[in-house]
């Protein structure tokens, strides 16, 4: 039988939830924290994405340079865009996750006045 002075299973203050870790835990030890990290880059959210499209961008950009100049200065061009467009790419994702937690926690504020509504609404009929 559930106990009735047990919590309703909402969130107090969405303030207090933690944020997900990312990657393992650290260890304090920056080389191993490093090499650790890289083999687990796949659990850090948009890195996946970032890098891929930045790998892509890299390669066509570095193809066409390579065409009409020397090979070092493509790939220089190849690295650039590489760096540029893994770093916008990545920082637009977190954007866009960042905005969608902010959306969920004023949701998960509200949702309590909106329950007491609704309970209220229907004692009156």
Known sequence: MPDPKASSGLVESPE????PQLGPASTGNLITD?????FHIGEV??????LLSGIASGVG????RGISVNPVVAGN???GTFA??????WMMCVNKIENEQQVTRKAIQGLP????L???????E
């Open 34 to 38: 490093s090499f650790r990290s890289a």
């Open 84 to 89: 540029l467009v893994s770093t916008v790419s």
């Open 118 to 124: 609704k309970k209220e609404e229907s004692s009156k």
């Open 113 to 116: 006045k909106q329950l007491g």
């Open 61 to 64: 950009i570095g193809i066409i």
């Open 16 to 19: 207090n939830i933690p944020p």
């Open 45 to 50: 959210p948009c890195a996946r994405n970032s």
């Open 77 to 79: 061009w190849a690295m």
